[in-house]
């Protein structure tokens, strides 16, 4: 597609239940990341992944937290046994060289209630 | 610990006048900086940057400046028009991770 898609946009689950929300990057970035926004907070680093490397998890918040990258393209962010905490919008961007800005998503709005 | 501050969440300017948004940092191995400007229920959008080694760089009504001394990035638009009212998020490098700011919400008043 022409820009990075992001399913669902928004997620409701009651808390303790896991979810997964899903990033298409834009066909041939090599370079995907996944940040969060809460209320009042600045995008939050979560997980880089670039090209066939090992990710960079050193954001995730808790172990409660797990991405995938299959095929070198579409992403999962995975939360196990969510919180109230957890709420917050969830933004995937990929990047062609890794240098440069990169493109965002339209993002998930994850409320766990 | 936030290393990419932006203290003002909000700028209100008239159309025509210029905005100047501002971003401040801490960690000096920061070395590439970037605007994004952000719409309600869409992703942010990628602005402007400028690399640390230079200390300006102007893109049309925008333009970035970069004061290392002071450790202080801002963004120049002039003139503004009521279309450039969204949020906008200062970022910056290390590695291979981007650190943002907080955001700023831009008024232009027609």
């Known amino acids: 597609g022409a820009g990075v898609s992001q399913s669902p946009s928004n997620k409701v689950t009651e808390k303790g239940k896991d979810v997964e929300l899903r990033c298409d990057p834009i066909?041939?970035?090599?370079?995907l990341y996944w940040y969060r926004q809460s209320l009042g907070q600045g995008l939050e680093f979560l997980i880089y992944f670039q090209g066939n490397s090992a990710p960079d998890k050193s954001g995730l918040p808790s172990d409660r937290f797990s991405a995938e990258r299959t095929g070198g393209s579409v992403s999962t962010l995975t939360i196990q046994r969510t919180q109230q905490e957890d709420s917050a919008v969830y933004l995937c961007?990929?990047?062609?060289?890794?240098?440069?800005?990169?493109?965002f998503g339209s993002g998930t709005r994850l409320t766990v209630v | 610990d936030q290393q990419v501050k932006q203290n003002s969440p909000s700028l209100s300017v008239q159309e025509g006048r210029i905005s100047i948004l501002n971003c401040d940092y801490t960690?000096?191995?920061?070395?590439?900086f970037l605007w994004y400007k952000k719409y309600p229920a869409e992703g942010p959008t990628f602005l402007i940057s400028i690399s640390s080694i230079k200390d300006k760089n102007e893109d049309g009504r925008f333009t970035v400046f970069l004061n290392k001394s002071a450790k202080h990035l801002s963004l120049h638009i002039v003139p503004s028009q009521p279309g450039d009212s969204a949020v906008y998020f200062c970022a910056a490098r290390f590695g291979n991770q981007f650190y943002f700011g907080t955001g700023t919400s831009l008024t232009v008043i027609p």
């Open positions: 960690n000096s191995m920061f070395d590439y």
């Open positions: 961007a990929s990047s062609l060289t890794d240098l440069y800005g990169y493109t």
């Open positions: 066909s041939g970035h090599t370079a």
